[in-house]
T-cell receptor, first 116, second 116 residues
């Protein structure tokens, strides 16, 4: 079945440091890939997505490129801020469910803490 | 953007009692809602898919008689944990899918259930 593996946290960085959170996946077919972010006390929010190979998703300075050859979707940001402190989930949606939607499979989440 | 609320945000109950958690889509209609369980340092586990006006579809290994799901309207789904036990203590998150959108889900803030 589908699975997502992402680096364990927590990741602690100083403000303005470069961020990489690794994510690899296993899936049949051609899944869509996502990064979700969960700020403290809030629900998950879609951060960015890519729906086909070589697509680059980007939002709020974050970006990730869909690499089919390495089955990866690593999240990067050139300069993190304290406000980026949150838990980041890599996810994929695979074969459409019979109900017409695509089930989403999540990684375990990586907690990012940015210190001033 | 689309907003999903959950109520309550935290609940403590005694073993053997039942607890109801509500999930509401505030500014859109959701024909499909999802219920997840999040374990510490683990990914979100899909428990069931709730379709308005029909029975929920449960994932393998999830007890349908223990986790009762009702999706009575296009904006409300409820999860009732019946005869709760300490092992049911967890973080429960719902999400809702906009009608016609194949993959994007909007997540609620979650409900922390503690069974004593």
């Amino acid at each position: 079945g589908n699975s997502v593996t992402q680096m364990e946290g927590p990741v602690t960085l100083s403000e303005e440091a470069f961020l990489t959170i690794n994510c690899t996946y296993t899936a049949t077919g051609y899944p869509s890939l996502f990064w979700y972010v969960q700020y403290p006390g809030e629900g998950l929010q879609l951060l960015l997505k890519a729906t086909k190979a070589d697509d680059k998703g980007s939002n709020k300075g974050f970006e990730a490129t869909y690499r089919k050859e390495t089955t990866s979707f690593h999240l990067e940001k050139g300069s993190v801020q304290v406000s980026d402190s949150a838990v980041y989930f890599c996810a994929l949606s695979g074969i459409p469910h019979s109900g017409g939607y695509q089930k989403v499979t999540f990684g375990t989440g990586t907690k990012l803490q940015v210190i001033p | 953007g689309a907003v999903v609320s959950q109520h309550p945000s935290r609940v403590i109950c005694k073993s053997g009692t039942s607890v109801k958690i509500e999930c509401r889509s505030l500014d859109f209609q959701a024909t499909t809602m999802f219920w997840y369980r999040q374990f510490p340092k683990k990914s979100l586990m899909l428990m069931a898919t709730s379709n308005e006006g029909s029975k929920a579809t449960y994932e393998q290994g999830v007890e349908k008689d223990k986790f009762l799901i009702n999706h009575a309207s296009l904006t409300l789904s409820t999860l009732t944990v019946t005869s709760a036990h300490p092992e049911d203590s967890s973080f429960y998150i719902c999400s809702a899918k906009v009608s016609g959108d194949s993959y994007e889900q909007y997540f609620g803030p979650g409900t922390r259930l503690t069974v004593t």
